[in-house]
């Protein structure tokens, strides 16, 4: 017992070094909050990312050489380039406030341009330029978008913990679809919960493939069609399909669609028929297993980033293939983006030197180590009206064994209407 707190407390102190962690919330292991972008503490484990806007409630402005500083009262200041200040006018004749798109041309921006005239208030700041163009930016507008407020991927503030979890310390989420068509601050709250914990559960769904199809349009906006199927996917053993999910074998824990590009963002599952005996559904969260092999196996974790494989799916008519690193990281955050790891699908590598391959063989069988600890995993027996929705990005999916009969039914949701879901309805600047 004292080996294992002694290594969560260096697990733990491992995070607040690399990610500046603050106090706990609750005891010597529990929850952290951070200033930077990732958290692992322990039961659950939570990675944040948060940011803290400046404030100009109460500012100065100050003309520099190539730049305004802008300096609220409390001490915090920005700088703005001139040049970035004129790309970014937002009046009608450089922004089209309909379409959302900028209407001057990147080659005719001047990057030494100077302003003859900055006027400030507690609202707005007017610049007129050296070319007699002006310019009207609200407070608010420079609070959102001011040069390095942009600490993720596309907006620049994620401001919803993403909470890592093992499986004996994870309670699934779940929510009653009745409850997400008639509420929209429930269906709010399961995108939320969907970017903090890559998992839910929906209860009350008819077994319809229809039904089921219009529940996955609901939560993610758009099915990702494939050539399983347009829509939803209809797996059962028997079916004519070069698959392992059309048997009643076991399947260890993957990610789908390793042989896309890219592979599919979201999935639903539904298992609308059984009979016999076995065949829980087994979940876990793969950045959890990421975040143990980078804390001690450092070396490993940048080999998995760094190395490309090929993922392929073979049958007589198709030749689908993907070479990509296992792991990527945001380029903006870097942070992890996306796992894609499926043992089973790998293609023969022969993209690596002999003097190289042992190194790969060595970090993919320590993540394949991580992943596969029992420990981490979450099993439940769906019932028939029950969906699940997960981030194929990060949740990795099994099945147990079979006897009987099972159908199984899920759809392929898009990267971008994923996302956009997460923007638009759940409210997150992701």
């Known amino acids: 017992m004292t080996t294992k707190v002694t290594r969560l407390n260096g697990f733990i102190t491992y995070c607040i070094k690399i990610h500046k962690l603050i106090k706990p919330c609750y005891g010597d292991l529990g929850k952290y909050k951070c200033t930077g972008a990732t958290t692992i503490p322990s039961h659950p484990h939570t990675r944040t990312v948060s940011h803290k806007a ?32 004129r790309d970014n006018c937002r009046c009608s004749s450089c922004f089209h406030h309909d379409t959302n798109q900028i209407l001057h041309n990147i080659v005719d921006l001047n990057l030494d341009i100077k302003p003859t005239d900055v006027q400030s208030d507690h609202c707005e700041v007017t610049i007129t330029w050296d070319d007699c163009h002006k310019t009207v930016f609200s407070n608010s ?17 994620q401001d919803i913990y993403q909470t890592l979890w093992q499986g004996n310390y994870f309670n699934m989420p779940s929510f009653e679809l009745v409850d997400l068509q008639n509420d929209r601050p429930t269906l709010k709250k399961l995108l939320q919960t969907l970017h903090e914990y890559g998992v839910a559960l929906i209860g009350g769904v008819d077994t319809s493939s229809e039904a089921h199809a219009n529940v996955a349009r609901l939560v993610a906006g758009g099915i990702q069609s494939t050539f399983y199927h347009p829509e939803v996917c209809v797996a059962s053993p028997g079916l004519d399909i070069a698959d392992t999910a059309y048997t ?43 975040e143990r092999l980078r804390f001690s196996q450092p070396e490993y974790f940048q080999l998995l980033c760094d190395t490309s494989i090929t993922a392929h799916y073979l049958d007589d008519e198709r030749d689908m293939r993907n070479c990509e690193p296992v792991v990527k990281m945001n380029s903006n955050t870097k942070q992890v983006e996306r796992l894609r790891f499926n043992p089973f699908d790998r293609a023969t590598i022969t993209n690596l030197p002999y003097e190289d391959m042992l190194e790969f063989y060595k970090a993919y069988q320590a993540l394949a180590k991580e992943i596969y600890d029992d420990e981490k995993a979450f099993k439940i027996l769906l019932k028939p009206d029950q969906m699940v929705v997960y981030d194929n990005w990060r949740i990795l999916h099994a099945r147990e064994s079979f006897t009987g009969h099972r159908v199984l039914k899920c759809t392929y949701l898009r990267h971008d209407d994923w996302m956009s879901q997460m923007r638009k309805i759940g409210g997150l600047r992701v």
């Open 54 to 85: 400046a404030t100009f409630d109460s500012t100065t402005v100050e003309v520099k050489d190539d730049h305004l500083l802008m300096t609220e009262e409390g001490g915090g200041s920005v700088r703005i380039p001139f040049y970035w200040l």
């Open 141 to 157: 507008w420079l609070r959102e978008y001011f040069p390095g407020a942009a600490d993720n991927a596309m907006t620049g503030k």
């Open 248 to 290: 009643n074998l076991a399947i260890p824990l993957h990610t789908d669609a390793s042989y896309f590009s890219p592979p599919c963002r979201g999935m639903t599952l539904q298992i609308t028929e059984r009979s016999g005996n076995g065949g829980r559904t087994v979940m876990s969260d793969g950045f959890y297993a990421l």
